[in-house]
Protein backbone atom coordinates (compact mmCIF):
# COMPACT_ATOMS: atom_id res chain seq x y z
CA UNK A 1 0.00 0.00 0.00
CA UNK A 2 2.68 2.51 0.32
CA UNK A 3 4.62 1.79 -3.06
CA UNK A 4 1.08 2.45 -4.54
CA UNK A 5 0.94 5.75 -2.66
CA UNK A 6 4.46 6.70 -3.49
CA UNK A 7 3.71 5.66 -7.24
CA UNK A 8 0.54 8.04 -7.15
CA UNK A 9 2.50 11.35 -5.61
CA UNK A 10 5.17 10.83 -7.90
CA UNK A 11 2.53 10.42 -10.98
CA UNK A 12 0.69 13.72 -9.79
CA UNK A 13 3.67 15.51 -9.17
CA UNK A 14 5.12 14.81 -12.35
CA UNK A 15 2.12 15.79 -14.51
CA UNK A 16 1.97 19.15 -12.34
CA UNK A 17 5.32 20.11 -13.33
CA UNK A 18 5.11 18.64 -16.92
CA UNK A 19 2.05 21.28 -17.25
CA UNK A 20 4.04 23.80 -15.87
CA UNK A 21 6.89 23.34 -17.97
CA UNK A 22 4.32 23.47 -21.19
CA UNK A 23 2.19 26.25 -20.18
CA UNK A 24 5.30 28.44 -19.77
CA UNK A 25 6.85 27.00 -22.83
CA UNK A 26 3.66 28.31 -24.79
CA UNK A 27 3.46 31.81 -23.33
CA UNK A 28 7.32 32.60 -24.10
CA UNK A 29 6.65 31.53 -27.48
CA UNK A 30 7.63 34.33 -29.98
CA UNK A 31 5.37 35.69 -31.90
CA UNK A 32 5.93 37.17 -35.20
CA UNK A 33 9.30 39.52 -35.81
CA UNK A 34 8.57 43.03 -35.15
CA UNK A 35 7.49 44.78 -38.50
CA UNK A 36 4.41 45.36 -39.87
CA UNK A 37 2.79 42.66 -38.35
CA UNK A 38 4.28 42.78 -34.82
CA UNK A 39 1.52 43.25 -31.95
CA UNK A 40 2.90 46.56 -31.40
CA UNK A 41 1.57 47.42 -34.93
CA UNK A 42 -2.15 48.64 -35.43
CA UNK A 43 -1.68 45.27 -38.23
CA UNK A 44 -0.43 42.98 -35.24
CA UNK A 45 -2.57 43.86 -32.66
CA UNK A 46 -5.86 43.16 -34.40
CA UNK A 47 -4.30 39.48 -35.17
CA UNK A 48 -3.73 38.87 -31.04
CA UNK A 49 -7.67 37.61 -30.33
CA UNK A 50 -6.56 34.55 -33.08
CA UNK A 51 -2.88 33.73 -31.26
CA UNK A 52 -4.62 33.54 -28.08
CA UNK A 53 -7.25 31.60 -29.26
CA UNK A 54 -4.82 29.43 -31.10
CA UNK A 55 -2.44 29.08 -27.63
CA UNK A 56 -5.55 28.15 -25.42
CA UNK A 57 -6.13 25.31 -27.93
CA UNK A 58 -2.53 24.28 -27.85
CA UNK A 59 -2.94 24.33 -24.20
CA UNK A 60 -6.14 22.06 -23.65
CA UNK A 61 -4.98 19.44 -26.40
CA UNK A 62 -1.66 19.32 -24.34
CA UNK A 63 -3.69 19.42 -21.04
CA UNK A 64 -5.42 16.00 -22.44
CA UNK A 65 -2.67 14.50 -23.14
CA UNK A 66 -1.29 14.55 -19.64
CA UNK A 67 -4.41 13.41 -17.85
CA UNK A 68 -3.95 10.38 -20.57
CA UNK A 69 -0.46 10.25 -19.29
CA UNK A 70 -1.37 10.38 -15.49
CA UNK A 71 -4.40 7.62 -15.93
CA UNK A 72 -1.24 5.84 -17.89
CA UNK A 73 0.51 6.11 -14.67
CA UNK A 74 -2.26 5.37 -12.27
CA UNK A 75 -2.79 1.89 -13.96
CA UNK A 76 0.17 0.87 -14.35
CA UNK A 77 0.91 1.41 -10.39
CA UNK A 78 -2.14 -0.79 -9.65
CA UNK A 79 -0.61 -3.56 -11.74
CA UNK A 80 2.56 -3.18 -9.90
CA UNK A 81 0.89 -3.45 -6.72
CA UNK A 82 -0.79 -6.42 -8.00
CA UNK A 83 1.85 -7.76 -9.45
CA UNK A 84 4.58 -7.05 -6.36
CA UNK A 85 5.32 -10.05 -4.41
CA UNK A 86 3.94 -9.96 -0.61
CA UNK A 87 5.88 -10.98 2.15
CA UNK A 88 5.94 -15.43 2.60
CA UNK A 89 3.09 -16.63 4.88
CA UNK A 90 3.80 -18.93 7.27
CA UNK A 91 0.96 -21.28 7.24
CA UNK A 92 -0.73 -22.27 11.11
CA UNK A 93 0.32 -25.36 12.24
CA UNK A 94 -2.69 -27.92 12.27
CA UNK A 95 -3.15 -31.00 14.41
CA UNK A 96 -2.56 -32.97 10.81
CA UNK A 97 0.94 -31.81 10.10
CA UNK A 98 3.50 -33.20 12.09
CA UNK A 99 5.28 -31.68 14.82
CA UNK A 100 9.01 -30.53 14.25
CA UNK A 101 10.87 -32.97 17.34
CA UNK A 102 14.77 -32.49 17.10
CA UNK A 103 16.91 -35.28 18.02
CA UNK A 104 19.41 -34.02 21.00
CA UNK A 105 22.80 -35.66 21.08
CA UNK A 106 24.69 -35.02 24.62
CA UNK A 107 28.58 -35.43 23.37
CA UNK A 108 31.41 -35.27 25.49
CA UNK A 109 34.95 -36.95 24.32
CA UNK A 110 34.17 -40.21 22.46
CA UNK A 111 34.70 -39.90 18.70
CA UNK A 112 32.28 -43.14 18.05
CA UNK A 113 29.64 -40.30 18.69
CA UNK A 114 29.82 -41.24 14.91
CA UNK A 115 28.52 -44.73 14.97
CA UNK A 116 25.35 -42.80 17.22
CA UNK A 117 25.02 -40.59 14.47
CA UNK A 118 25.30 -42.25 11.26
CA UNK A 119 22.20 -44.72 12.93
CA UNK A 120 19.87 -41.68 13.06
CA UNK A 121 21.09 -39.92 10.03
CA UNK A 122 20.22 -43.44 8.39
CA UNK A 123 16.66 -43.78 10.02
CA UNK A 124 15.22 -40.45 10.51
CA UNK A 125 12.60 -39.87 7.65
CA UNK A 126 12.92 -36.69 7.37
CA UNK A 127 15.69 -33.97 7.97
CA UNK A 128 12.52 -30.93 8.27
CA UNK A 129 11.26 -33.19 11.04
CA UNK A 130 13.81 -34.19 12.71
CA UNK A 131 16.51 -32.10 12.81
CA UNK A 132 19.97 -33.10 14.95
CA UNK A 133 21.75 -30.92 16.90
CA UNK A 134 24.58 -32.00 18.69
CA UNK A 135 25.82 -30.60 21.67
CA UNK A 136 29.18 -30.85 23.28
CA UNK A 137 30.89 -30.78 26.20
CA UNK A 138 34.30 -31.28 27.35
CA UNK A 139 36.17 -29.43 24.65
CA UNK A 140 37.73 -32.48 23.17
CA UNK A 141 39.13 -32.07 19.84
CA UNK A 142 38.94 -35.25 17.92
CA UNK A 143 35.08 -35.45 19.33
CA UNK A 144 34.60 -31.92 17.48
CA UNK A 145 36.04 -32.89 14.32
CA UNK A 146 33.78 -35.90 14.20
CA UNK A 147 31.04 -34.08 14.70
CA UNK A 148 32.10 -31.26 12.23
CA UNK A 149 32.80 -33.91 9.51
CA UNK A 150 28.86 -34.06 9.01
CA UNK A 151 28.50 -30.53 8.16
CA UNK A 152 25.10 -28.95 7.69
CA UNK A 153 23.45 -32.43 8.40
CA UNK A 154 23.69 -31.42 12.20
CA UNK A 155 23.94 -29.00 14.24
CA UNK A 156 26.53 -28.53 16.40
CA UNK A 157 26.45 -26.08 19.77
CA UNK A 158 29.50 -26.39 22.43
CA UNK A 159 28.64 -26.05 25.68
CA UNK A 160 30.54 -22.76 27.18
CA UNK A 161 31.32 -23.32 30.57
CA UNK A 162 34.08 -26.06 31.00
CA UNK A 163 35.29 -25.38 33.99
CA UNK A 164 35.72 -27.27 37.00
CA UNK A 165 32.56 -27.63 40.05
CA UNK A 166 33.00 -27.00 43.57
CA UNK A 167 31.58 -30.25 45.04
CA UNK A 168 31.39 -31.14 48.34
CA UNK A 169 34.87 -33.24 49.40
CA UNK A 170 32.81 -36.62 49.87
CA UNK A 171 31.89 -36.32 45.80
CA UNK A 172 35.25 -35.10 44.65
CA UNK A 173 34.81 -38.18 42.92
CA UNK A 174 31.39 -37.28 41.63
CA UNK A 175 32.86 -34.53 39.66
CA UNK A 176 31.84 -35.70 36.14
CA UNK A 177 28.45 -36.42 37.21
CA UNK A 178 28.33 -32.79 38.29
CA UNK A 179 29.36 -31.58 35.03
CA UNK A 180 27.36 -33.90 33.09
CA UNK A 181 23.94 -32.39 34.92
CA UNK A 182 25.59 -29.06 33.81
CA UNK A 183 25.35 -30.16 30.00
CA UNK A 184 21.96 -31.18 30.45
CA UNK A 185 20.33 -28.31 31.84
CA UNK A 186 22.51 -26.48 29.67
CA UNK A 187 22.01 -28.08 26.25
CA UNK A 188 18.41 -28.61 26.82
CA UNK A 189 17.75 -24.83 27.61
CA UNK A 190 19.13 -23.98 24.44
CA UNK A 191 16.72 -26.46 22.81
CA UNK A 192 14.21 -25.36 24.84
CA UNK A 193 14.56 -21.43 24.95
CA UNK A 194 16.76 -20.27 22.24
CA UNK A 195 15.73 -22.47 19.63
CA UNK A 196 12.45 -23.03 21.10
CA UNK A 197 10.89 -26.11 20.16
CA UNK A 198 8.28 -27.69 21.78
CA UNK A 199 9.25 -31.70 22.44
CA UNK A 200 12.66 -33.13 21.61
CA UNK A 201 13.88 -36.59 21.83
CA UNK A 202 17.23 -36.62 24.04
CA UNK A 203 19.93 -39.04 23.33
CA UNK A 204 23.62 -39.89 24.49
CA UNK A 205 26.43 -40.27 22.72
CA UNK A 206 27.01 -43.82 23.09
CA UNK A 207 23.85 -45.19 22.09
CA UNK A 208 22.66 -46.80 18.40
CA UNK A 209 19.60 -46.70 17.59
CA UNK A 210 16.96 -49.00 16.09
CA UNK A 211 15.29 -48.75 12.52
CA UNK A 212 12.16 -47.68 13.96
CA UNK A 213 13.31 -45.37 16.17
CA UNK A 214 11.49 -42.23 14.80
CA UNK A 215 8.25 -44.20 14.21
CA UNK A 216 8.14 -45.33 17.78
CA UNK A 217 8.55 -41.95 19.00
CA UNK A 218 5.78 -40.23 16.11
CA UNK A 219 3.23 -42.70 16.99
CA UNK A 220 3.18 -42.21 20.73
CA UNK A 221 3.93 -38.71 20.79
CA UNK A 222 -0.05 -37.70 20.32
CA UNK A 223 -0.90 -39.71 23.43
CA UNK A 224 1.95 -37.66 25.23
CA UNK A 225 0.41 -34.40 24.45
CA UNK A 226 -2.99 -35.49 25.53
CA UNK A 227 -2.72 -37.78 28.70
CA UNK A 228 -1.27 -35.79 32.02
CA UNK A 229 -0.79 -39.08 33.99
CA UNK A 230 2.14 -39.82 31.10
CA UNK A 231 5.23 -37.57 31.22
CA UNK A 232 8.14 -38.95 28.83
CA UNK A 233 8.52 -41.69 26.26
CA UNK A 234 11.67 -44.14 26.43
CA UNK A 235 13.18 -46.13 23.59
CA UNK A 236 14.39 -48.32 26.69
CA UNK A 237 13.64 -51.58 28.38
CA UNK A 238 16.02 -52.03 31.46
CA UNK A 239 15.65 -55.55 31.77
CA UNK A 240 15.59 -55.64 27.86
CA UNK A 241 17.88 -58.22 27.55
CA UNK A 242 17.09 -60.65 24.56
CA UNK A 243 16.76 -64.10 26.89
CA UNK A 244 13.73 -61.34 28.74
CA UNK A 245 12.20 -60.43 25.90
CA UNK A 246 9.21 -61.69 23.36
CA UNK A 247 11.41 -60.70 20.03
CA UNK A 248 8.15 -61.90 18.37
CA UNK A 249 5.86 -59.48 20.12
CA UNK A 250 8.42 -56.00 19.31
CA UNK A 251 5.21 -54.08 18.97
CA UNK A 252 4.30 -54.48 22.44
CA UNK A 253 4.18 -51.25 24.79
CA UNK A 254 4.18 -51.09 28.56
CA UNK A 255 3.54 -47.92 30.82
CA UNK A 256 6.32 -47.41 33.39
CA UNK A 257 6.71 -45.66 36.69
CA UNK A 258 10.32 -45.62 36.45
CA UNK A 259 12.08 -43.36 34.51
CA UNK A 260 14.30 -45.31 32.09
CA UNK A 261 15.83 -42.41 30.26
CA UNK A 262 18.52 -43.80 27.26
CA UNK A 263 16.45 -41.96 24.69
CA UNK A 264 13.68 -40.71 25.77
CA UNK A 265 11.14 -37.62 24.68
CA UNK A 266 9.85 -34.67 26.74
CA UNK A 267 7.73 -32.28 25.83
CA UNK A 268 8.50 -28.12 26.82
CA UNK A 269 6.18 -28.28 29.42
CA UNK A 270 7.91 -30.70 31.35
CA UNK A 271 11.19 -28.52 31.27
CA UNK A 272 9.54 -25.36 31.99
CA UNK A 273 8.91 -27.43 35.60
CA UNK A 274 11.90 -29.21 35.95
CA UNK A 275 14.29 -26.50 34.49
CA UNK A 276 13.92 -24.06 37.91
CA UNK A 277 14.67 -26.98 40.28
CA UNK A 278 17.44 -28.98 38.27
CA UNK A 279 19.61 -30.27 40.07
CA UNK A 280 23.79 -30.22 40.49
CA UNK A 281 24.32 -33.89 40.02
CA UNK A 282 23.17 -37.22 39.55
CA UNK A 283 20.51 -35.82 37.51
CA UNK A 284 18.57 -39.12 36.29
CA UNK A 285 17.91 -40.28 40.02
CA UNK A 286 16.59 -36.96 40.45
CA UNK A 287 13.50 -37.41 38.12
CA UNK A 288 12.92 -40.87 39.56
CA UNK A 289 12.26 -39.22 43.06
CA UNK A 290 8.52 -38.66 44.07
CA UNK A 291 8.71 -35.15 44.03
CA UNK A 292 9.34 -34.98 39.92
CA UNK A 293 7.66 -37.87 38.99
CA UNK A 294 4.42 -36.66 40.98
CA UNK A 295 2.58 -40.05 40.17
CA UNK A 296 3.36 -39.77 36.23
CA UNK A 297 4.84 -42.68 34.20
CA UNK A 298 6.51 -42.97 30.74
CA UNK A 299 5.98 -45.77 28.03
CA UNK A 300 8.31 -47.98 27.11
CA UNK A 301 8.71 -51.24 24.92
CA UNK A 302 9.19 -54.76 25.07
CA UNK A 303 11.79 -54.33 22.95
CA UNK A 304 14.39 -51.59 23.35
CA UNK A 305 14.90 -48.84 20.02
CA UNK A 306 18.04 -48.44 21.89
CA UNK A 307 21.45 -49.85 22.83
CA UNK A 308 24.57 -48.48 24.30
CA UNK A 309 28.04 -49.17 23.13
CA UNK A 310 29.53 -46.92 25.72
CA UNK A 311 30.96 -49.11 28.77
CA UNK A 312 33.45 -45.95 29.24
CA UNK A 313 32.23 -43.32 30.90
CA UNK A 314 31.66 -41.73 34.20
CA UNK A 315 30.03 -44.59 35.67
CA UNK A 316 33.23 -46.90 34.69
CA UNK A 317 30.92 -49.50 33.23
CA UNK A 318 28.70 -49.90 36.80
CA UNK A 319 25.57 -52.21 34.85
CA UNK A 320 27.41 -52.46 32.01
CA UNK A 321 29.27 -55.69 31.35
CA UNK A 322 26.28 -57.56 34.01
CA UNK A 323 23.54 -55.90 32.07
CA UNK A 324 23.50 -53.24 29.40
CA UNK A 325 25.97 -55.03 26.90
CA UNK A 326 22.87 -57.50 26.79
CA UNK A 327 20.15 -55.29 26.17
CA UNK A 328 18.79 -56.32 22.77
CA UNK A 329 17.86 -53.55 19.91
CA UNK A 330 14.89 -54.41 17.88
CA UNK A 331 15.41 -55.20 14.28
CA UNK A 332 12.43 -55.46 12.95
CA UNK A 333 10.47 -52.30 11.26
CA UNK A 334 7.10 -52.22 13.51
CA UNK A 335 4.65 -49.69 11.81
CA UNK A 336 3.55 -48.48 15.04
CA UNK A 337 1.88 -44.80 13.48
CA UNK A 338 -0.35 -47.47 11.69
CA UNK A 339 -1.12 -49.12 15.23
CA UNK A 340 -3.90 -48.26 17.89
CA UNK A 341 -2.06 -47.41 20.86
CA UNK A 342 -5.49 -46.29 23.00
CA UNK A 343 -4.68 -49.01 25.38
CA UNK A 344 -1.60 -47.10 26.59
CA UNK A 345 -4.05 -44.67 27.91
CA UNK A 346 -4.62 -44.58 31.92
CA UNK A 347 -7.84 -45.74 32.87
CA UNK A 348 -7.68 -48.38 29.20
CA UNK A 349 -4.46 -49.82 30.38
CA UNK A 350 -4.66 -50.32 34.17
CA UNK A 351 -8.28 -52.40 33.62
CA UNK A 352 -6.48 -54.57 30.57
CA UNK A 353 -3.05 -55.16 32.30
CA UNK A 354 -4.03 -55.58 36.07
CA UNK A 355 -6.53 -58.28 35.23
CA UNK A 356 -4.15 -59.86 33.05
CA UNK A 357 -1.36 -59.91 35.49
CA UNK A 358 -4.08 -61.02 38.76
CA UNK A 359 -5.61 -63.64 36.69
CA UNK A 360 -2.07 -65.34 35.91
CA UNK A 361 -1.48 -68.29 38.04
CA UNK A 362 0.93 -67.54 41.12
CA UNK A 363 3.80 -70.06 41.16
CA UNK A 364 6.50 -70.39 43.21
CA UNK A 365 10.94 -69.73 41.81
CA UNK A 366 10.98 -73.42 41.26
CA UNK A 367 8.36 -74.48 39.27
CA UNK A 368 9.06 -71.62 36.71
CA UNK A 369 12.59 -72.74 36.54
CA UNK A 370 11.73 -76.33 36.48
CA UNK A 371 9.52 -76.01 33.70
CA UNK A 372 9.88 -75.13 29.73
CA UNK A 373 7.12 -72.88 29.41
CA UNK A 374 7.08 -72.09 26.07
CA UNK A 375 3.86 -73.37 25.09
CA UNK A 376 2.63 -72.25 28.76
CA UNK A 377 0.88 -69.27 30.00
CA UNK A 378 1.56 -66.42 31.71
CA UNK A 379 2.20 -67.02 35.30
CA UNK A 380 2.88 -64.48 38.77
CA UNK A 381 5.26 -64.51 40.67
CA UNK A 382 4.89 -62.42 44.18
CA UNK A 383 6.62 -60.79 46.60
CA UNK A 384 5.89 -58.72 49.54
CA UNK A 385 8.82 -57.02 50.84
CA UNK A 386 12.03 -54.95 49.71
CA UNK A 387 14.44 -58.14 50.28
CA UNK A 388 11.61 -60.34 48.43
CA UNK A 389 11.71 -58.33 45.72
CA UNK A 390 15.57 -57.92 45.70
CA UNK A 391 15.92 -61.88 45.78
CA UNK A 392 13.66 -62.96 43.38
CA UNK A 393 14.67 -60.38 40.87
CA UNK A 394 18.12 -61.38 41.18
CA UNK A 395 17.82 -65.10 41.03
CA UNK A 396 15.53 -64.26 37.78
CA UNK A 397 18.78 -61.85 36.36
CA UNK A 398 16.58 -58.75 36.36
CA UNK A 399 17.92 -55.21 37.29
CA UNK A 400 17.06 -55.75 41.09
CA UNK A 401 17.89 -51.84 42.12
CA UNK A 402 15.11 -49.89 43.47
CA UNK A 403 14.99 -46.13 43.02
CA UNK A 404 12.66 -44.29 45.68
CA UNK A 405 10.90 -47.44 45.93
CA UNK A 406 10.15 -48.02 42.01
CA UNK A 407 11.43 -51.38 40.48
CA UNK A 408 13.18 -50.64 37.14
CA UNK A 409 10.16 -51.63 34.35
CA UNK A 410 8.07 -51.62 36.78
CA UNK A 411 4.23 -50.32 36.89
CA UNK A 412 2.46 -50.46 40.17
CA UNK A 413 5.36 -52.44 41.62
CA UNK A 414 4.43 -55.24 38.46
CA UNK A 415 7.96 -55.94 36.15
CA UNK A 416 6.76 -57.64 33.16
CA UNK A 417 9.76 -60.03 31.33
CA UNK A 418 9.92 -63.22 29.60
CA UNK A 419 11.61 -66.30 31.67
CA UNK A 420 12.23 -69.85 29.79
CA UNK A 421 9.88 -68.47 26.42
CA UNK A 422 7.22 -67.73 29.10
CA UNK A 423 5.33 -64.38 30.34
CA UNK A 424 6.24 -63.82 33.49
CA UNK A 425 4.56 -60.96 36.24
CA UNK A 426 6.57 -60.45 39.38
CA UNK A 427 3.89 -58.58 41.36
CA UNK A 428 3.15 -57.39 45.18
CA UNK A 429 0.06 -58.73 46.61
CA UNK A 430 -3.17 -56.99 44.00
CA UNK A 431 -3.44 -55.08 47.38
CA UNK A 432 -0.63 -52.62 46.65
CA UNK A 433 -1.54 -49.53 47.95
CA UNK A 434 1.72 -47.58 46.39
CA UNK A 435 5.90 -47.67 46.17
CA UNK A 436 7.44 -46.87 49.67
CA UNK A 437 10.57 -44.35 49.06
CA UNK A 438 12.77 -46.38 51.89
CA UNK A 439 12.93 -49.19 49.35
CA UNK A 440 15.90 -48.00 48.10
Known amino acids: ?28 RPGAPPGPQSPRSPEGSR ?40 PPQIPAATEAEPPVIPVLVLACDRSSVRRCLDKILRYRPSARRFPVIVSQDCGHAETARVIASYGPAVAHIRQPDLSDIAVPPEHRKFQGYYKISRHYRWALGQVFRTFRYRAAIVVEDDLEVAPDFFEYFQAVFPLLQRDPS ?10 GKEAMVDAGRAELLYRTDFFPGLGWLLLAELWDELEPKWPPAFWDDWMRQ ?31 DQYLKFIKLNDRFVPFTQLDLSYLKKEEYERFFLQQ ?36 AKALGLMDDLKSGVPRAGYRG ?20 GYDPSWS
Not at 50 to 79: C, K, N, P, W, Y
Not at 230 to 239: F, Q, R, T, V, Y
Not at 296 to 320: A, D, I, L, N
Open 1 to 28: MLKKSSLALWGAALFLAWNGLVLLFLWS
Open 230 to 239: LWCISAWNDN
Open 47 to 86: LLPAQLLQLAQDAEAELRLQRDLLLQIQRFGRLQHRRTPR
Open 290 to 320: PEQRRGRSCVRPEVSRTMTFGRKGVSHGQFF
Open 357 to 392: VYSAPEIKLEELQKDAGRDLGAVRLQYRGRDSFKAL
Open 414 to 433: IVSFVCRGRRVFLAPPSDWT
